[in-house]
């Protein structure tokens, strides 16, 4: 199914960009399993996310990891945390989140165009 049609200006309106994940700890009192991620956007400051990536990634895999990221929607209360930026991925054949990547180290807070 397709999406519906934007503009260019609506897409230019969408802040895509990469960060490096500081750190990782598994999200508390969690419905699904998930993990907390704190993202290094270089100029962008750091963010904190909610993800629920724990079937194909541990903690230790995700520090040094660059993460493609929403980082201008508003902020979301997730458990007992709040959400700063929505990490990207798509789903496998199960249904398990596999994290959009880039195919280069680039610098944190380079802007998807």
């Not at 724990?54 to 980082?71: F, M, P």
Request: hydrophobic share 40%; charged share 20%; aromatic share 8%.
């Amino acid at each position: 199914m397709e999406g519906k049609t934007i503009t260019w200006d609506t897409f230019e309106q969408v802040f895509l960009c990469v960060g490096t994940v500081l750190s990782a700890k598994e999200l508390p009192n969690a419905r699904k399993p998930a993990y907390v991620l704190l993202i290094d956007f270089g100029p962008h400051g750091t963010k904190r996310s909610s993800a629920q990536i724990t079937k194909h990634y541990t903690k230790e895999v995700l520090v040094g990891r660059q993460v493609v990221a929403v980082i201008n929607f508003p902020e979301k209360q997730i458990g007992n945390i709040m959400s700063q930026c929505l990490v990207t991925g798509f789903p496998d054949a199960n249904g398990d989140i596999v994290l959009t990547a880039v195919e280069r180290n680039v610098p944190n807070g380079s802007r998807l165009i």
